[in-house]
């Protein structure tokens, strides 16, 4: 993950700058970050758990959103605007979608690591869902097969809740009955 900028900009300047750019844009703590266009194997991997979480949720309450979609991050402490574009969202609380955007947390966030964002999303981005209070975020990284799922303990911290390379069937915390065979996923 790159950032755009090297300088801080404010809310309404980097909505102006995602008016006139076709780049993927994040914004966090103030920097633009931009997203590099996924490999190939990442877009085979985001359909194939896109196939398998939306399933599951065929029927329940709950929407599954893949990026492009950006999510403002909102938090009862939090005064900073957060933007961020996870590569897969789980979403059941329909009060914060706008026409552009959701505004406000979902419960689950799938992010598939590149070579080139690797800390973005196992640093920054888990701390960043943590503090806000995403559910459960899981990191799939295409160069180990592994699927890691982290959920929030009653002390609002990350755990790692279960974890598979390989072979095996990877289980959310947060939804009873979705599980995902990591076979299928990264073959």
């Known amino acids: 993950m790159n950032q755009y900028r090297k300088d801080p900009v404010s809310v309404e300047e980097y909505f102006r700058i995602r008016e006139s750019s076709d780049e993927l844009l994040e914004y966090i703590d103030g920097f633009v970050y931009m997203s590099p266009s996924p490999s190939t194997e990442h877009q085979r991997i985001s359909r194939k758990l896109e196939l398998g979480i939306g399933n599951f949720l065929e029927g329940k309450s709950c929407e599954l959103f893949h990026a492009p979609y950006d999510i403002e991050l909102i938090g009862k402490e939090k005064q900073d605007t957060k933007i961020v574009i996870p590569d897969i969202s789980i979403i059941c609380d329909k009060s914060g979608f706008t026409d552009a955007r ?48 982290y959920a929030l303990n009653d002390e609002n911290m990350y755990e790692q809740y279960d974890m598979k390379i390989d072979t095996g069937e990877v289980k959310s915390k947060l939804f009873n009955g979705l599980r995902i065979d990591i076979s299928y996923v990264f073959n």
């Open 102 to 149: 959701y505004v406000g947390v979902p419960d689950l966030i799938v992010e598939i690591l590149s070579p080139s964002n690797q800390s973005h999303d196992l640093i920054t981005k888990l701390n960043l869902y943590m503090n806000y209070g995403v559910k459960e975020y899981w990191i799939v990284n295409p160069m180990l097969n592994s699927v890691t799922v």
